[in-house]
């Protein structure tokens, strides 16, 4: 049975019973239909899975946790030494909430229109249709191969190993990094319900935690802190000393945008969120507000606090050393303990949002054995979509030095995306040429809409910018992380050319998609060859 979006609207709203009505008042309207996303309709796309248990405070607290990770206790070093300058830092802090939050606008719209999860996934599919599933399985290559979150397991271990104020080896770290990623995985698989209630318990101590800095902040700021001579001694001349090159702005611009990531958090779970487009109409821009206001006034308490060079050479433990340099040296082990706990929930986070996004893509038949990635079984959660995630996260933790492992990650993480990103936006202006009819419950002004594609094409360009001596942050060379990011995503289109185009030439067949049914209701597309 078809659907028009309307219709859909009011189904997966909770508002049943005001579905005739609502269906007989439209009736003299001329039916638009959704449009079309991926292999599988509306009915078979959302059926399945742990169902819709995710009310306003979750999905909040699904954004907040995600976004307050590990970014805004570690980056600050990284950007402060790419900048050259507070206030340029400050400035690029700024124009990261203006894009995350023109960015969110842009995914309001297109979340809204299909309510569905997926996130980029799904709207892709919506604009680039033609070549048949050349963008999904572009997408998928790049989200397994490079949605990990070793990043927070890293940060983890080294707050940890900080806190118990001994020295540990490399592969020391490795192996509590390792333990992290593998508890939360058991977690979401085993006990998936406490699982969301653990994401809620720390996103409310992450907000804590980081009222705690900027009050003390403040209090800094009052010249009460005797510790600290001079609290406004950064903001003197603070432009003074910063680059010239704009490799360095790009490259600490991916590391503002990473710790504003998680502001389209809700959109890759929209199947298990209570009346949709309500609450991600309440919950995202309110997620991302909390989070914005706070980064903001944290940096101002980092800087008090702190000159620009002590800051830049605190390396991912910059919020430690703020409390070292207030409180003593035991009040920094005791913020090391709480912000590899922000960590932890960062991971847990990401976990629980990527594991749905590799159950989606698996349900579009684009990755090998679908039916055994998109399962549920046994416990009702997306346990297999779970390993998916935890293979190349253990893989990334063991193989990259943990030396550069923290900033050459978050920048690898964020090339790709910015391609991505841009891609999305394209197709926000194509659908809106193409299908003008579609029912929009949320519309972006056009100019934040260019702002964020802007943006990206920015971050897409910039790296490859030789930056002064040729050294970016990291010992590895400067361009290497938007080169690997461009593989990957070339990488997917060479899959889908011999998927789709080279083997079925060979081997003289077509595919064909049958869906299947799984036995916890969720439907699958798996491509069988057609010999005619």
């Known amino acids: 049975m078809a659907y028009t979006q309307k219709d859909a609207d009011f189904r997966i709203s909770g508002h049943e019973p005001e579905y005739a009505a609502a269906a007989e008042k439209h009736a003299a309207e001329p039916d638009v239909p959704a449009p079309r996303v991926g292999e599988l309709n509306f009915d078979e796309y959302t059926q399945g899975g742990l169902g819709r248990h995710l009310g306003v405070f979750s999905t909040i607290f699904l954004i907040v946790g995600r976004i307050i990770g590990t970014g805004i206790f570690s980056t600050p070093s990284s950007i402060t030494s790419s900048t050259g300058s507070v206030g340029a830092a400050l400035l690029l802090w700024v124009l990261g909430l203006l894009l995350a939050g023109s960015g969110l606008a842009v995914w309001l719209e297109l979340g809204c229109m299909i309510p569905r999860s997926g996130g980029e996934k799904v ?165 991302l507000a909390i989070c914005g206001v706070l980064y903001m006034l944290a940096n101002v308490a980092y800087y008090a606090a702190a000159t620009p060079e002590e800051i830049a050479s605190s390396g991912v433990t910059v919020a430690s050393y703020f409390m070292e340099k207030v409180f003593g040296t035991a009040a920094s082990r005791a913020l090391s303990v709480l912000v590899a706990l922000s960590a932890f929930g960062n991971v847990m986070t990401v976990t629980f949002a990527q594991a749905r996004v590799n159950q989606e893509l698996a349900k579009e038949g684009v990755i090998p054995f679908p039916t055994f990635w998109a399962s549920s079984w046994p416990f009702g959660s997306p346990s297999a979509g779970l390993l998916l995630h935890f293979i190349p996260s253990l893989i990334v933790i063991v193989a990259i030095p943990f030396g550069d492992a923290y900033n050459f990650i978050l920048d690898l993480e964020g090339y790709p995306g910015s391609i991505i990103n841009f891609l999305v936006v394209a197709g926000l202006f194509y659908l809106r040429w193409s299908e003008p009819h579609l029912h929009r419950p949320f519309r972006v002004w056009w100019p934040v809409a260019v702002f964020f594609m802007a943006g990206q094409a920015f971050q897409v360009v910039a790296p490859f910018i030789r930056p002064p001596g040729g050294k970016g942050d990291t010992s590895l060379p400067y361009w290497l992380y938007p080169v690997v990011g461009i593989v990957v995503l070339v990488a997917g289109v060479v899959y889908w050319g011999i998927w789709q185009v080279v083997l079925p030439k060979l081997g003289g067949y077509r595919l064909v998609p049958e869906h299947v049914v799984l036995k916890d209701g969720t439907t699958v597309a798996v491509y069988k060859q057609r010999h005619d």
């Open 123 to 287: 709207y892709l599919e919506a604009a680039y249709r033609r070549p048949r599933l050349l963008i999904t399985v572009v997408f998928a290559v790049q989200a397994v191969a490079l949605g990990f979150t070793a990043s927070g397991c890293i940060v983890f271990a080294s707050n940890m190993v900080l806190a118990s104020g001994k020295t540990a080896s490399e592969w020391e770290k490795r192996g509590i990094a390792i333990a992290v990623i593998s508890f939360i995985t058991l977690i979401h698989i085993l006990l998936p319900n406490w699982g969301v209630r653990g994401m809620n318990a720390i996103g409310v101590m992450k907000v804590v935690l980081l009222l705690f800095i900027v009050v003390t902040g403040w209090v800094v700021l009052s010249g009460s802190v005797h510790s600290v001579q001079d609290p406004y001694a950064s903001f003197h001349n603070a432009f003074a000393g910063s680059a010239t090159s704009s490799n360095l702005y790009a490259t600490a611009l991916f590391k503002v945008l990473n710790s504003f990531a998680g502001w389209s958090n809700a959109a890759y779970v929209l199947n298990e969120i209570r009346d949709p487009v309500r609450t991600l109409k309440i919950a995202a821009p309110t997620g």
